[in-house]
């Protein structure tokens, strides 16, 4: 079974300062791995993913995630953050070998300082 | 198409009644999810339907939970009684289905409940 660690549950950075969110994951198979974000008082949107090929991954709002094998890590990152993306952002996992259960971590809550 | 869409938005009911969850999934979607959000929890996958069948309720807490997926178009998610541990938000996503690749999911905006 798979299972999603993000460590930190909030984590406060000042605005335009550089950020890394953390996410473990463990599972006996390959997987797919997901950060979703979600604004106050809406549902989750898909952030960006990670199936296959290349092991960094970007999103169309300057955000970043490498797949890391060796360390089961999925990190969230991006050089300089705005006001904007305070949110609640969700890594998630599910089993590579076409299982429809997504798995999702508890959050992390990213705070953004003026 | 309008996404997914999840009534009632908000639901306050009081202990021992009855609570019905709607959602209303992503037409040609194949696969539909319902989670639960707390502060405590976070986001805990209740359970799945693929093709309108209930494929995993492992996460169903209790017999006072159950769902339903009469059709492709439609599921419900009931709590009969309700207590107050059940304040939450309840999401439903739906999501192509893995058969087209990995599972990507569209969520709805959530129905929050709370239970006097």
């Known amino acids: 079974a798979q299972s999603v660690t993000q460590l930190d549950s909030q984590v406060p950075v000042f605005e335009e300062a550089p950020v890394e969110l953390r996410c473990n994951y463990s599972?006996?198979?390959?997987?797919?791995l997901f950060w979703y974000v979600q604004y106050p008082n809406q549902g989750l949107q898909l952030l960006l993913k990670?199936?296959?090929?290349?092991?960094l991954v970007e999103s169309i709002n300057g955000f970043e995630a490498e797949f890391n094998k060796s360390q089961t890590s999925f990190h969230l990152r991006k050089p300089s953050v705005h006001i904007s993306d305070t949110a609640e952002y969700f890594c998630?996992?599910?089993?590579?070998?076409?299982?429809?259960?997504?798995?999702f971590g508890k959050g992390t809550r990213l705070h953004i300082l003026p | 198409d309008a996404g997914v869409i999840q009534s009632p938005r908000h639901e306050v009911t009081e202990m021992g009644q009855e609570v019905t969850l709607r959602c209303k999934p992503i037409?040609?979607?194949?696969?539909l999810f319902w989670y639960r959000q707390t502060m405590m929890r976070g986001l805990e996958l209740l359970i799945y339907?693929?093709?309108?069948?209930?494929?995993?309720d492992s996460g169903m807490p209790e017999d006072r939970f159950s769902a339903k997926m009469p059709n492709a178009s439609f599921s419900t998610l009931k709590i009969q009684p309700s207590e107050p541990r059940d304040s939450a938000v309840y999401f439903c996503?739906?999501?192509?289905?893995?058969?087209?690749?990995?599972?990507?999911?569209?969520f709805g905006a959530g129905s929050r409940l709370t239970v006097l």
């Open positions: 996503a739906s999501s192509p289905g893995s058969s087209s690749g990995a599972n990507v999911l569209t």
């Open positions: 990670y199936l296959s090929g290349s092991t």
């Open positions: 339907f693929n093709n309108n069948v209930p494929i995993d």
């Open positions: 998630a996992v599910s089993a590579g070998n076409r299982d429809d259960k997504i798995i």
């Open positions: 037409s040609g979607h194949n696969s």
């Open positions: 599972s006996s198979v390959s997987v797919y």
